[in-house]
């Protein structure tokens, strides 16, 4: 059974691997970096609103996720 902290946590991992990705989208000569990263931002935004939503019910969880 899903819990915040799990989600919240999972949204941590996600943004972490996202967080990598830009570099190697540069590091691929055929594609279209600046559009490519601009939605990996995006992504990365989304997550980041959804925490703040978990965030309004459970004040804690960021400092859940600061522990690990």
């Avoid at 943004?15 to 055929?30: C, F, R, T």
């Avoid at 559009?35 to 997550?47: F, P, Q, R, T, V």
């Avoid at 980041?48 to 859940?64: A, C, G, Y």
């Amino acid at each position: 059974m899903s819990t915040l902290e799990t989600i919240y946590s999972d949204l941590s991992e996600i943004a972490l691997k996202l967080d990598s990705i830009p570099k190697q989208i540069q590091e691929v000569p055929d594609l279209e970096h600046r559009e490519n990263i601009l939605l990996i931002g995006k992504a990365l935004s989304h997550i980041f609103e959804l925490q703040h939503n978990l965030q309004k019910f459970r004040s804690d969880l960021e400092t859940i996720q600061e522990k690990k």
